[in-house]
């Protein structure tokens, strides 16, 4: 009897076991192994009446979420995941032979000039080809304020002047020696240009009225609001670059940084890169329409502003000339500050950031992530953000969803010769209108001006042309180069 009861509850015991480990995996424990013995098991039956005490699992550990993992799939609780990120690759553009500072500062001082010759003929031209003409020369000159010419002149060969300094210490001194040299030459040339403004101002206001004497400091004054006492912007076109560091809580240090770029695999850096770069982009947009309308305030309008009460001039044919010097101008100076490297650097910079679309449908369910400023989105992502639901446009998207921006940058650079092709339209356009001009006008002076103004547009559109021709082919592959990498 001893042995069967034995017998017996061993085979309960068994059976309890394995009753006991199917409740557990049920419940979502960890399933411990059964091991049959023939007597009572402390842990399984440790109270009397067949009550059990079953041993609880310890909970799992939690598994880490590391850095890496967030930029790869953005949202790791929230959203569902997201593909791998495919870096876009970069084509490097040939090397694209630039007008030099002085060869550009030259081309617009003689633009300048002649422009400013040109009004003036316009203004107060003569006959001095017929028989009994009173004069032998082209204009009356005696209607002329010399000083305002020189303020004029001196106000315009400014940025030449300085671009020949420059050239002189970085040749004959030491490259050790060129920030201190350039600091204290720019200082001596600043104060002699203000010296000689004065005099010409002392020498005409006896004859002037303070609003005309304001007129011509005008400009200068606007400056002052503009590039707040920057006098480098008052010299040259092409500002130093400079990126703001934080020294405390409240302070910044401005500090020179040489403009290019480098692929980041983190987004806040990204944003960083595309926050200088558009900074400088936004400095050197300033200066083409400051230094563009200088250029024409002082060519075209003063020497109307300064006309007598009593001289009659063609005012519909000066105003086609202000126009015409305002978009050569213009053109000009977009061509020098915007080359085609920097346009690829900023090229570079979009394609790392992205652009984002927004979603007009917000009661769809289509599964999303938050959005995450840590987090580099790949193309086709869907976020949300400030409740607005938005899908990835770039290959890799570090921009925020929203950010005007941001979306201007992606939108202008993601390719660069459209841009340019509109700008080959523009000058197209012009080229077209002085062409007409010259079949149907038949003064002389008429025919001076326009001729100027053609010829540094046909300039101007062949930089264009040729820049838009090497940038569309180079781009192009680019972009086949970047729809084999993705599929």
């Not at 694209?96 to 081309?107: A, D, K, N, V, Y």
């Amino acid at each position: 009897m001893l042995g069967i009861a034995e017998g017996t509850t061993g085979r309960v015991a068994v059976v309890v076991a394995v009753a006991d480990a199917v409740v557990n995996a049920v419940g979502g424990g960890i399933v411990e192994p059964a091991v049959a013995t023939t007597g009572i098991q402390p842990e399984i039956f440790a109270m009397a009446g067949g009550r059990r005490n079953t041993p609880r699992a310890p909970p799992p550990k939690p598994v880490p979420f590391l850095d890496h993992d967030l930029k790869r799939i953005g949202h790791a609780e929230d959203g569902p995941p997201l593909m791998p990120i495919t870096p876009p690759k970069h084509m490097t553009i040939p090397d694209i032979p630039r007008i030099s500072e002085i060869g550009f500062e030259t081309l617009m001082l003689v633009f300048s000039l002649m422009s400013l010759a040109l009004q003036y003929l316009n203004i107060y031209r003569t006959v001095f080809w017929l028989p009994h003409s009173h004069t032998k020369y082209a204009m009356n000159l005696y209607l002329i304020d010399g000083s305002v010419v020189w303020f004029i002149v001196i106000t315009l060969t400014r940025r030449w002047g300085w671009s020949i300094i420059k050239l002189i210490v970085t040749r004959c001194l030491h490259q050790s020696l060129w920030k201190s040299a350039l600091s204290v030459a720019r200082i001596l040339f600043v104060c002699t240009i203000a010296i000689l403004l004065g005099f010409c101002l002392y020498t005409i206001s006896d004859a002037l009225t303070y609003i005309k004497i304001l007129a011509l400091g005008y400009p200068l004054v606007f400056y002052v609001f503009i590039f707040d006492m920057e006098i480098t912007s008052f010299l040259e076109v092409i500002p130093v670059p400079l990126h703001y560091k934080e020294e405390g809580v409240k302070s910044r240090q401005a500090v020179p940084r040489v403009i290019q770029h480098a692929c980041q695999n983190s987004a806040e850096a990204v944003r960083g890169e595309v926050e200088f770069l558009t900074n400088d982009c936004n400095k050197r947009m300033a200066q083409v329409m400051y230094q563009t309308i200088v250029i024409v305030y002082y060519t075209t309008l003063i020497p109307c502003f300064f006309v007598p009460s009593s001289l009659y001039y063609d005012v519909p044919w000066v105003s086609c000339h202000i126009l015409f010097v305002t978009t050569t101008c213009f053109m000009w100076h977009l061509l020098y500050c915007y080359p085609p490297r920097y346009c690829d650097i900023l090229h570079r910079a979009s394609l790392h950031l992205g652009g984002w679309a927004r979603l007009e449908g917000r009661s769809s369910h289509a599964p999303y992530n938050p959005w995450s400023n840590a987090v580099l989105w790949p193309q086709g992502a869907l976020v949300k953000h400030n409740r607005e639901l938005y899908r990835a446009e770039g290959i890799t998207n570090a921009a925020e969803p929203g950010n005007t921006t941001h979306a201007r940058l992606h939108a202008i650079f993601c390719d660069p010769s459209r841009p340019v092709l509109v700008l080959v339209w523009v000058c197209v356009c012009c080229v077209l209108l002085h062409l007409a001009l010259l079949v149907s006008l038949h003064q002389w002076h008429q025919l001076l001006a326009t001729a100027l103004v053609l010829s540094a547009s046909y300039a101007a559109l062949y930089y264009l042309l040729r820049d838009y021709l090497v940038l569309r082919k180079v781009y192009q592959q680019e972009q086949q180069l970047q729809e084999r990498v993705v599929n």
